[in-house]
T-cell receptor
Framework: EAQVTQNPRYLITVTGKKLTVTCSQNMNHEYMSWYRQDPGLGLRQIYYSMNVEVTDKGDVPEGYKVSRKEKRNFPLILESPSPNQTSLYFC?????????????FGPGTRLTVT | QKEVEQNSGPLSVPEGAIASLNCTYSDRGSQSFFWYRQYSGKSPELIMFIYSNGDKEDGRFTAQLNKASQYVSLLIRDSQPSDSATYLCAVDSGYSTLTFGKGTMLLVSP
């Protein structure tokens, strides 16, 4: 089954404790992206990757890191989480960008930082 | 700063009616436009995309694009209670990123 998976689905952590949210897709997609979704603010892009070893900042990259060492994986790293990073996070992938490229979203990771 | 504006709603319509969802965008260079549906607690799923001026129909859904007015809309005919969700407008400005609106909540009452 074609899908984007994220782990963990739920995470409660404390300020400053490094964490990684994994994202994996089995569709051989080149483009992957991370979003956060907050009430009243909508979906905002954190980072994206056009291909292996190619990453770039989205609209809200502060406090996050990413890497793309393999085509299928795009982990999101919070080196020193803070309470303002409490959010619902989505990973997405697509064959490319543009008119006909549908973004497939993972199930989401709900992160709480206390 | 690219902006995509949507009325937050909720938009309430009775079952069987036409629901009209609207979206405006600020970047005149925007090329492609997407409508996603998101049920509460779930991930967004694509309903339609459009990139040419005019209408595009897919079943009960019609997307309308007017680039001169920087306006895109989604019409849902014969609305069903199962259509109750938040609808997200997204704009691809050709810079490898999608900018999403905050979404419009649609409530379809039986």
């Amino acid at each position: 089954e074609a899908q984007v998976t994220q782990n963990p689905r739920y995470l409660i952590t404390v300020t400053g404790k490094k964490l990684t949210v994994t994202c994996s897709q089995n569709m051989n997609h080149e483009y992957m992206s991370w979003y956060r979704q907050d009430p009243g603010l909508g979906l905002r892009q954190i980072y994206y990757s056009m291909n292996v070893e190619v990453t770039d900042k989205g609209d809200v990259p502060e406090g996050y890191k990413v890497s793309r060492k393999e085509k299928r994986n795009f982990p999101l790293i919070l080196e020193s989480p803070s309470p303002n990073q409490t959010s619902l996070y989505f990973c997405a992938s697509s064959r490319g960008t543009g008119a006909t490229y549908e973004q497939y979203f993972g199930p989401g990771t709900r992160l709480t930082v206390t | 700063q690219k902006e995509v504006e949507q009325n937050s709603g909720p938009l309430s319509v009775p079952e069987g009616a036409i629901a009209s969802l609207n979206c405006t965008y600020s970047d005149r260079g925007s090329q492609s436009f997407f409508w996603y549906r998101q049920y509460s607690g779930k991930s967004p799923e694509l309903i339609m995309f459009i990139y040419s001026n005019g209408d595009k129909e897919d079943g009960r859904f019609t997307a309308q694009l007017n680039k001169a007015s920087q306006y895109v809309s989604l019409l849902i005919r014969d609305s069903q209670p199962s259509d109750s969700a938040t609808y997200l407008c997204a704009v691809d400005s050709g810079y490898s990123t999608l900018t999403f609106g905050k979404g419009t909540m649609l409530l379809v009452s039986p």
